[in-house]
């Protein structure tokens, strides 16, 4: 590992201004990756937000509400939304559609940088492979301008000259091809727990045997009896 490490420097030289791009991908991604993982660590798996739901369809809105206003995942900050305009007795749509525009905005932060990666991803092998061709080129041209003389030496030196690129932006783009895919997984999953938070609000009326914690629709919904005659 060590020897590897005091070789990058030539390895970088070798491969010309095409590692030289592929290094400072390499840096940059690393460098996002990282910051991802720690934002994805603050916002934790989504818990508070099921436990939250499971309260509030239990009928105890006020911790609930509670729960909810203590976590940062997107599911969690939506209901927190969704639940105060229950408290409040706000119409549904009105207090829905604020809760959907809190998500949407906490869900655009946790994908916020991703795109970059899948550029980085994507674009890397493709560089390195043009580096390989690059590299080819210049090899054969030295084995031209040798003439009669042609040594071996020359072509085969140039070849894995060449190559040294492509390996370059394989090993590149494999980790973040990983860690784009698990940081798209995870935000699929916490918008999938948002939208099932929030139906699980304005569903809860639907419920057979609705919970007490669904009083506030059902009391906004209820019509005055006919008076008697």
Wanted: hydrophobic share 55%; glycine share 10%.
């Amino acid at each position: 590992m060590a020897g590897t490490l005091a070789a990058l420097p030539d390895l970088l030289r070798l491969g010309g201004p095409v590692a030289a791009i592929l290094a400072a991908m390499s840096v940059f991604s690393l460098a996002v990756i990282l910051a991802k993982l720690w934002q994805w660590g603050g916002v934790g798996d989504g818990r508070a937000a099921r436990t939250a739901l499971a309260l509030y369809r239990a009928g105890r809105g006020p911790q609930a509400l509670e729960t909810a206003r203590g976590a940062a995942h997107p599911a969690a900050q939506a209901l927190a939304v969704a639940l105060e305009g229950r408290r409040r007795g706000l119409p549904d749509a009105l207090a829905r559609a604020e809760a959907e525009r809190v998500g949407a905005e906490a869900m655009e932060a946790l994908r916020d940088w991703l795109r970059p990666l899948e550029v980085i991803a994507t674009l890397a092998p493709l560089l390195g492979l043009f580096g390989t061709v690059l590299g080819m080129i210049a090899a054969f041209a030295r084995l031209e301008a040798a003439g009669a003389r042609v040594d071996p030496a020359i072509l085969s030196g140039g070849i894995w000259e060449a190559l040294l690129t492509t390996a370059i932006g394989l090993a590149v783009a494999m980790p973040t091809v990983a860690a784009l895919n698990w940081f798209e997984r995870r935000a699929e999953r916490a918008e999938f727990a948002l939208d099932h938070a929030l139906s699980g609000v304005y569903a809860a009326d639907l419920s057979v045997g609705a919970a007490p914690g669904a009083a506030p629709m059902a009391a906004a919904q209820a019509r005055p009896a006919p008076a008697a005659r």
